[in-house]
Every structure is written in structure tokens, then in C-alpha cells.
């Protein structure tokens, strides 16, 4: 019988367990064995596996984070430490893995299949910077955290004429920074693909001010150039340029909790269930995603160690909608 791994890396993304759900119970359908490796790249190495199946993933659709764990493996880096992870999956009898993540697991994944083992790839990541996937696991949910909080803090900057900057996560991508910047209606947005200094932010919201609005928001991204911490210091020492009375609020790690909602438990369901497709159909080396709104595969080769470029009109956009 096939016996099938599946394991979550990086940072955890929600819609994580709908994914493992999905691989769990389309490989059983189709006559398969499932384990489940804990701890992503780390676990494998040090052989942590469960068995799963039908019943073990019941109740996990609606729960964000990973049951599975997950973890950044600094080992697995280097030639030694794969190695070690392929003796490791072999001796645990693998036939095949799904690795569910962002762009470094995905880098991972295919470092595994140039060493012959059989590997496909579910694209989830918060960050949505994953060529092979127009939108990734994850990112509809963090969003909607983000425009959450935007919302809420706009009803009490309202209220006291103030100005709130808010940072986002992303990493090195402006992504949900931008898109979250356009749906909650920001004033400015600072990305790391655009280099924005806290002068150039305070006269977007002097500007603001002047246009007679009664709040602003400011959305910064974790990866920009200067944190929303050191612009607020900036801003301190120029107050009076700006006009509002100003505030900085970290979404931090409260973006990627929570129950995933419709838009990710269904994406997670369908990558999850077309990996265990692909490798039933003898594919491999290929990462699952979406593109033009199907589900779609990419050779790892093509999607490891690259970055999905920013649709930089889209802050043209926000620029515009903020007037
Ligand atoms: P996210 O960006 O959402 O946090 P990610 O998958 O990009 O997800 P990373 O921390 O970049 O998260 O990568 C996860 C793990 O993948 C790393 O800890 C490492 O074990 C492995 N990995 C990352 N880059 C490489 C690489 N170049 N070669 C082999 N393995 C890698």
C-alpha cells in the first residue's frame, strides 16, 4: 500500500488543517496510508510521525494554527541535515510527501525531490508571495484580521481626530499590507517594495488633515523600510506638521490566529485533495496552486527560491481611493 506523508512548515497560515484534512481523507478514499510528520522539516529529520486517518482529522476544518506543529529548521538548510531528513522518511517508509507552506518550504521541498524523493508542494502562506499560486492559504483570513482591526481603529480615531498607524505582517512582501491598506480605506501605506521615509508619511497625513478628514490610517508593512515604531518616534518630534494626535498599533501575531474562513477552508480542501491527485496520477517535483481561478501545477523547480513580484499599480490605487 502507498503510504503518503504530510507535513506543515513555516510560519503557520489559517486553513492549514482543512489542507491536512483534505490530503488525510482523499488519500484514504483512494486506498492509502497517511502519516503525519510533526514539526515540518525538523520533525522529519528526528522521524516524529503519527498515524493518521478519517477520524483524527475530524474537528480540525474550523481550527486555525496546525495540528500537526510546524517550525523553522535552520539543520535542514544544509546537504547533511537533508540527507539526514531523507533516511529519515525512508525509514519511516514513505512513499511520498505533501509539504504544506510558504516560499521557504516550497525551496525545501523541491531540495528533497532533486534527492529522489517523491514530494508535492500545497501553497500556504500569509504572505501570498509564492509564485504558482495567485492567492495562498491563509491570506484571505489574515486579511480579513487586518480590516478587522483597521476597522475598529478608524471608529475611535473618528472620534478623538487622530491618526493611527497600523503594522501588518508580511515579511519582506507589502501584500496584505496594500490590499488591506485599500480595503480599509488607509490614508497611506508604507511597503518594502516601495522605500517610504516618515516624511514622505507625514505629509500624506498633513495632506490628509488638510482635506478636511477627521482620522487617518497609516498601513505599514512589517518589511518596510522604517517600522511603524521608529515613524511614530519621527512623528513625536514633528507633531505639529502632521495635525493629528497620533497612535501605532502592532497586529502582529493576532493575524494569523483565528478560524479560517470560507475562502480558505475551501482552498485548503481543493490544493489539498488535487496533491494527493497529482501524486495518484504519478506527479511529483510539482507544487499545487491556484491560477486564474484553477487549481493549477508548477514544477517546484520553477516556484523554489523565488518570490511572486507585488502588482506595484495597485498603490496607484490606494493613492487614488485615499484622496
Ligand atoms: P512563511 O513565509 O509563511 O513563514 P515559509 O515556508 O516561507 O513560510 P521559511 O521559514 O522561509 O517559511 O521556511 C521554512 C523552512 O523551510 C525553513 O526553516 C527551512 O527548514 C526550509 N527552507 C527554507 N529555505 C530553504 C532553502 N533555501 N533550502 C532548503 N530548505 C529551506
Known sequence: MTRIGVLT????????????????????????DVVGVRRGFAGLMAGETTPLNARSVGGIIERGGTILGSARCPEFLTEEGRRVAVDAARAAGLDALV???????????YALSKMGVRVVGVASTIDNDLPGSEITIGVDTALNIALEAIDRLKTTAASHRRAFLVEVMGRDCGYLALMAGIAGGAEVVAIPEIPCDPEAIAKELRAAYERGKSHAIGVIAEGAKYPAAEIAAYFREHHERIGFDLR????????????????????????????????????????????????????????????????????????????
Do not use: W, Y
Open 9 to 32: 512548515s513555516g510560519g503557520d497560515a489559517p486553513g492549514m488543517n482543512a489542507a491536512i484534512r483534505a490530503v488525510t481523507r482523499m488519500a484514504v478514499d483512494a486506498g492509502m
Open 99 to 109: 509539504i504544506i507552506g510558504g516560499n521557504g518550504s516550497q525551496t525545501g521541498a
Open 248 to 323: 501605532v498599533t502592532s497586529l502582529g501575531h493576532v493575524q494569523r490566529g483565528g478560524a479560517p474562513g470560507a475562502f480558505d477552508r475551501l482552498l485548503a480542501t481543493r490544493l489539498g485533495a488535487a496533491a494527493v491527485e497529482a501524486l495518484r496520477n504519478g506527479r511529483d517535483g510539482v507544487l499545487v496552486g491556484l491560477l486564474r481561478g484553477e487549481i493549477a501545477t508548477t514544477p517546484l523547480a520553477e516556484v523554489s527560491g523565488t518570490c511572486k513580484p507585488l502588482d506595484l499599480r495597485l498603490l496607484h490605487l490606494a493613492r487614488v481611493m485615499a484622496s
